[in-house]
């Protein structure tokens, strides 16, 4: 029988953030559709709620959820991925979280995100490349079935090689900074929030952290995301690097940069909320168990 000093605790399982990542993406996929839509758009403001509208209209409910396979594939191999290597970088660095220090918890962050969104690069080309299918004319829609027809379609009909590694740099930057915004700031807010006798390790305390994380996450990576979703997005020869991007973006003055703000947030915030309310109650319900004192 335990000590009454001990307690039990439970810690998230390897794969956790993956399963996590993959659920929250169903609720929040079409929220990231219509982001990328209005990201892409070249002339004039066009608001997310027209974009949802004319979604609706021309392509049914269905619609929203366009790409849908890609994203999940995504999430279970970026988000497993960043979440693995930032949890076996913790443990090294220290047994107890509070020990580490929040520059050495960012460094983790930004080396498990690049990571991770090296690996889930390909997924990401071909969830934006679904995503914006509906805003073409017919004769220029890729139409792929789903998310490794769109990946075969892919290594095939393009240069592979050239176009994934121009793309998948842009899409280690934002992942990297992404998970910074996310992580550790969640974890440290959270620490923070339990000092408090008003917070308790509850879905409560989850929210407000995640809230304020996701918040975060978007303020930083809204730059990068712009100029990720227009590179992934490209024709063969219409940008020449990643440097080409930042220019023709450039034309539409600084607010180019900022496109998708709002439906950004919109998107992100719920996406991290739901992941760290997703990757707590699967750590509670199905974590393994630990006796700590």
Not at 11 to 32: E, M, N, Q, R
Not at 97 to 117: H, R, T
Not at 134 to 154: E, T, V
Not at 204 to 226: E, M, R, W
Request: hydrophobic residues 40%; proline residues 4%.
């Amino acid at each position: 029988m335990p000590d009454k000093e001990q307690t039990e605790k439970r810690i998230k399982k390897w794969y956790f953030g993956g399963l996590a990542s993959a659920g929250a993406v169903c609720f929040t996929h079409p929220l990231d559709l219509l982001k990328v839509l209005v990201q892409t758009q070249q002339e004039g403001k066009v608001s997310m709620m027209k974009t949802a509208v004319d979604v609706v209209q021309n392509n049914g409910i269905i619609g929203l959820y366009n790409g849908l396979s890609a994203s999940i594939l995504r999430q279970l191999t970026y988000s497993t991925v960043r979440f693995v290597i930032y949890e076996i970088i913790k443990q090294h660095l220290s047994t107890n979280d509070e020990q580490v220090s929040f520059p050495l918890l960012i460094s983790a962050a930004g080396i498990a995100g690049g990571i991770g969104g090296f690996i889930g690069a390909p997924f990401s080309i071909i969830n934006v490349r679904m995503q914006n299918d509906m805003k073409l004319s017919p004769n220029q829609r890729r139409n792929y079935r789903h998310a490794l027809h769109g990946l075969w379609s892919f290594y095939h009909e393009e240069n592979f090689a050239k176009k994934f590694t121009k793309s998948a740099s842009i899409a280690c930057v934002r992942c990297s900074i992404i998970t910074i915004g996310q992580l550790p700031f969640y974890d440290r807010i959270k620490l923070y929030l339990l000092q408090f006798d008003s917070f308790d390790d509850d879905p409560v305390t989850h929210f407000t952290a995640s809230l304020i994380a996701g918040t975060i996450a978007t303020l930083i990576t809204q730059p990068i995301d712009v100029i990720k979703t227009r590179m992934m997005n490209s024709k063969p020869g219409e940008y020449k690097n990643i440097s080409d991007v930042i220019v023709h973006t450039a034309k539409l003055g600084p607010s180019g940069f900022f496109k998708g703000s709002l439906p950004s947030f919109i998107r992100l915030a719920p996406q991290t909320i739901l992941l760290f309310l997703f990757l707590e109650q699967l750590t509670i319900r199905f974590g393994t168990e630990v006796i700590t004192k």
